[in-house]
Nanobody
Framework: QVQLVESGGGLVQAGGSQRLSCAAS????????MGWFRQSPGKERELVAA????????YYADSVKGRFTISRDNAKKTVFLQMNNLKPEDTAVYYC????????????????????WGQGTLVTVSS
């Protein structure tokens, strides 16, 4: 089992950058694919990005392609989401997740079945 704690949220101006971190505990972090979701009031939960266990495959939502980058450091048990050129519509609570199967992230919408969720961190982008 793995536990996840996000950090790095806050207030940023439109056009700015923010980096989110997700620290994992547990001995098996490197065996998990990792993903970032976001949810804002009145909107559906959205998969933002995912990365496989070794960092060689990535998935991005169309809404963030070219602006966001997901990466991981297995030695530090941490996954990152670098967000550039932020827009007000990026305002949301961002959640870190872990799952044993990378392809699960974008072949199903049963995300409640993911192995682990963090508590979320709020990112607010002002216009």
């Amino acid at each position: 089992q793995v536990q996840l704690v996000e950090s790095g949220g806050g207030l940023v101006q439109a056009g700015g950058s923010q980096r989110l971190s997700c620290a994992a505990s547990g001995r098996t972090f490197s065996s998990y694919a990792m993903g970032w979701f976001r949810q804002s009031p009145g909107k559906e939960r959205e998969l933002v990005a995912a990365i496989n266990w070794i960092g060689t495959s990535r998935y991005y939502a169309d809404s963030v392609k070219g602006r966001f980058t997901i990466s991981r450091d297995n030695a530090k048990k941490t996954v990152f989401l670098q967000m550039n050129n932020l827009k007000p519509e990026d305002t949301a609570v961002y959640y870190c997740t872990a799952h044993s199967d990378f392809h699960y992230y974008f072949t199903t919408r049963d995300w409640n079945a993911l192995d682990a969720w963090g508590q979320g961190t709020l990112v607010t982008v002002s216009s």
